[in-house]
Nanobody, 125 residues
Framework: QVQLVESGGGLVQAGGSLRLSCAVS????????MSWFRQAPGKEREFVAN????????VYADSVKGRFTISRDNAKNMVYLQMNSLKPEDTAVYYC??????????????????WGQGTQVTVSS
């Protein structure tokens, strides 16, 4: 059974940085495409960033491009989201998601097979 566990969220001032981590159980992690999504109160879950199975291809939402960086370490079964120049509008619960399609770049939550429980990120102005 595959489990995803996020960590690294917290409270930060605007302009600050945070690094989110996602630990993935299971021996087939290196075959999954991985993404980060976020959901603010009263809003739908939205795509943030995606990385393919090898880490050789990444995709970002326009709202975070140039500020956020997704990466992975297949040897450690880990996915990361480095968030710089944070803004109050980045406040949300951030979720890690796994797609059994190694090259999947889905921006819709429904295509993902596995989800973590989320970690809260709050950016104060």
């Amino acid at each position: 059974q595959v489990q995803l566990v996020e960590s690294g969220g917290g409270l930060v001032q605007a302009g600050g940085s945070l690094r989110l981590s996602c630990a993935v159980s299971g021996r087939t992690f290196s075959t999954y495409a991985m993404s980060w999504f976020r959901q603010a109160p009263g809003k739908e879950r939205e795509f943030v960033a995606n990385i393919n199975w090898s880490g050789g291809s990444t995709v970002y939402a326009d709202s975070v491009k140039g500020r956020f960086t997704i990466s992975r370490d297949n040897a450690k079964n880990m996915v990361y989201l480095q968030m710089n120049s944070l803004k109050p509008e980045d406040t949300a619960v951030y979720y890690c998601a796994g797609d059994r399609n190694p090259s999947g770049i889905g921006v819709r939550p429904r295509v993902y097979d596995y989800w973590g429980q989320g970690t809260q990120v709050t950016v104060s102005s």
